[in-house]
């Protein structure tokens, strides 16, 4: 009988990529399970996860069984009318076919199909004991591992994301043998680089954790990130404020370290005058430190960097981080001031010979093109058309800026900057900063109106300029980003509640772009939009079906668009709506099959049944009913009201036949079909409703 016992796998290397570290955790991790599972190995998950640092991947299981089940077979022989001869006896078929099985062939049972009787081998033999298999489920695991490109160290002809050292492989107390990628397996492990002399053996599965902290490496992720995060608060609330802990950056030093020191540290206020956004940037970009902010929430002259060692001498630390950061600190103060004694203006007039796209001019042509989109925008949205004009044209100034030469991320920003330095009014200056949101995925949008105009004449541009350059998105090939940019554009619209005409706004950008596509209008970019919509509603749980069916009919603007979306959504949880949703897409069917062109006139004399008049009576009372919340979108008021026509549908389809001989007749019933789907589909086309 299999017993369960403790299993570990830990492969040891040198310091890992940071960024693939977590991947290449989990693949393993999930690569090992994989290789039990295929196998019917059995074992029990509990709270197992992907353990790694720096220089470990790790995959500690609390209970494996200790063999695999028994391994039963079954293989089909030959029939029995092929297998004896008349007299009964074994003919050379069958004879093989027992040869090969390792057994007389009177040992051979018997099965019937609808084909007659056959022999058949079974056979039970016991389960390989797991110590056997988990060389290869190892070898697959890392086999199975996404290394683009591995490194090869020695003589050896494979490779792995770096070279390894060690391989600890233990089943219960017991090593199990094996060799990996070079390397024997054994029960030693190592601890920290610095901080711990000699090996570190492991006695069992369960101790590895404890083991390797006693030697300073914290082996789960969580637990270091915890530690990180902790010490990381602890030093900025020492220095009287609050750490400014990115989620990315927390990641990479996560997977930088393996026994995490926060130190805190400072450098010269002086350096508070350049944009905080950039020594921000040059802090958690290129440095991986924590900056501190002050009660205010501005950015002080303290900051945090995590060691991954417990120093003798933290000042030593200290001054090594504060050493590395300030030459960069320096370089950012000169740019930004040798900026500003050029001022944003000056910096323009070198757009003119800095290339766009070879196709659509330069810099300075597209600063002219979103300049008369935010004119034309901002008398959409009650926004002065002047200041939109304005801070279009100094939209891209800065892009000629020192700063933005060295931060290519502060575009906008340090226009920002530089627009109040030279005295632009406040809502000019933000809106050439916000023009860039959202900047990526769960980005807001630009929380000021004329941010938005700029931000929409921005995007308008592009995607009018990328379509008819012919960049068009194929596969995963976007070069001027046409799908974010979409999506940008989108949200801006709606979540600014922007209640204009999309088409029309996209018309206005493709006829400015100084180059026309033939194949390409104003209607393929607008429909390049629509479906960037798809999955941003689909994040939000709108079905697809409910997506299709308000994409399917005419509306005013994005955010009538929206309206209806939400409308249908209610409607589909009533108990009417499928009722509703499979009879319009009935009537659309019958009148699809309508040869010329669907009758319109209804006359009352003509109706013959109960049902059909029943049913003009309440269409009409409907329609009367929901003119006026059709005129002001009340979309949810409309289809509450045609839920109620229910009754009187299902009973015209159970008492009336439309397609009768008599002409009149059948005319008459199709028109009153027509009005009833007209209004049923005057929100939505319900029949996507129906499956």
């Known amino acids: 009988m299999s017993t369960m016992q403790p299993l570990l796998i830990e492969l040891g290397t040198e310091e890992l990529p940071v960024k693939a570290l977590p991947s290449l955790a989990q693949a393993f991790f999930d690569g090992v399970i994989d290789g039990l599972h295929k196998r019917g190995v059995a074992f029990e998950r509990g709270e197992a996860k992907a353990l790694y640092s720096p220089r470990r991947l790790a995959v500690q299981l609390p209970a494996v069984a200790t063999e695999q089940p028994e391994q039963r077979s079954e293989v089909l022989g030959p029939y029995v009318n092929i297998a004896l001869d008349a007299d009964g006896a074994p003919t050379k078929a069958l004879q093989g076919f027992a040869a090969k099985a390792g057994i007389d062939w009177t040992q051979l049972e018997k099965v019937s199909d609808n084909k ?93 954790v404890q083991a390797l902290e006693d030697a300073h490496v914290l082996v789960d992720p969580d637990a270091r990130r915890a530690r990180i995060v902790s010490e990381v608060e602890a030093a900025a609330q020492a220095a009287g404020g609050a750490a400014r802990i990115d989620e990315g950056i927390l990641e990479e ?65 200290r001054k090594g981080y504060e050493r590395v950061i300030r030459p960069r600190f320096a370089d950012a103060k000169f740019f930004f001031d ?30 002219a093109r979103i300049a008369q989109l935010a004119e034309a925008v901002a008398a959409d949205v009650g926004v002065d058309p002047a200041s939109a004009r304005r801070a279009a044209q100094l939209s891209k100034n800065d892009l000629q800026s020192r700063m933005v030469g060295e931060f290519p991320e502060l575009q906008g920003i340090a226009g920002r900057y530089y627009a109040k330095a030279a005295g632009a009014p406040d809502d000019i200056a933000a809106a050439i900063d916000e023009a860039y949101m959202p900047r990526f995925g769960g980005d807001a949008i630009a929380p000021s109106k004329p941010g938005q105009v700029l931000a929409i004449a921005e995007r308008l541009d592009t995607l009018a300029g990328g379509f008819a350059a012919g960049l068009r998105p194929t596969g995963n090939k976007d070069p001027f980003a046409l799908r974010r940019n979409a999506l940008g554009l989108a949200r801006t619209l709606l979540e600014g509640g922007h209640d204009v005409l999309l088409h029309e706004l996209i018309e206005r950008a493709v006829a400015l772009q100084p180059v026309q596509a033939k194949d390409v209008g104003s209607f393929d970019v607008t429909r390049f939009v629509y479906d960037r919509l798809r999955a941003y509603y689909a994040e939000r749980g709108v079905a697809a079906e409910q997506f299709e069916a308000v994409d399917n009919v005419a509306h005013d603007s994005l955010t009538d668009f929206d309206a209806r979306l939400q409308a249908l959504g209610e409607f589909a949880a009533l108990p009417e709506a499928a009722a509703l949703a499979a009879a319009n897409k009935r009537i659309r069917n019958i009148l699809r099959k309508v040869e010329g062109d669907v009758p319109t006139a209804i006359d009352p004399a003509l109706f013959s049944e109960a049902a059909e008049r029943e049913l003009a009576e309440a269409v009409n009372a409907a329609i009367a009913e929901t003119d006026a919340s059709l005129e002001q979108r009340d979309y949810v008021a409309v289809l509450g009201r045609l839920a109620r026509l229910r009754p009187q549908v299902d009973t015209f389809f159970d008492k009336v036949m439309v397609n009768v001989d008599d002409a009149a007749v059948r005319a008459n019933r199709l028109a009153l079909l027509k009005r009833l789907s007209d209004r049923l589909g005057s929100v939505a086309a319900i029949e996507h409703l129906s499956i």
């Open 116 to 208: 007659g009787e056959r022999f058949v081998h079974r056979a039970v033999k016991p389960g390989a004991k797991t110590a056997d298999l988990l060389a290869d489920i190892v070898r697959e695991a890392v086999a199975a591992m996404p290394i683009p490109k591995p490194m090869r160290w020695g003589a050896r002809e494979y490779g792995f994301a770096r070279p390894v050292h060690w391989l600890v492989l233990l089943f219960g107390d017991e090593v199990v043998d094996a060799e990996v990628l070079g390397v024997r397996s054994g029960r030693t492990s190592r601890g920290h680089r610095f901080m711990h002399a000699g090996d570190v053996a492991i006695a069992s599965p369960d101790a590895y």
């Open 253 to 317: 030093v996560n997977g930088l370290t393996e026994w995490p020191v926060a130190v805190l540290c400072g450098f010269e206020r002086e350096f508070l005058a350049v944009p905080s956004e950039a020594l921000i940037a040059t802090m958690e970009a290129n440095q991986k430190f924590f900056p501190v902010l002050d009660a205010e929430g501005r950015l002080s002259e303290r900051f945090v960097g995590v060691a991954n060692i417990a120093s003798r001498d933290e000042s030593e630390v």
């Open 338 to 367: 040798e900026d500003l004694k050029q001022g944003l203006e000056a910096m323009g007039e070198g757009l003119a010979s800095v290339t766009y796209q070879a196709k659509l001019g330069t810099i300075a042509d597209k600063v």
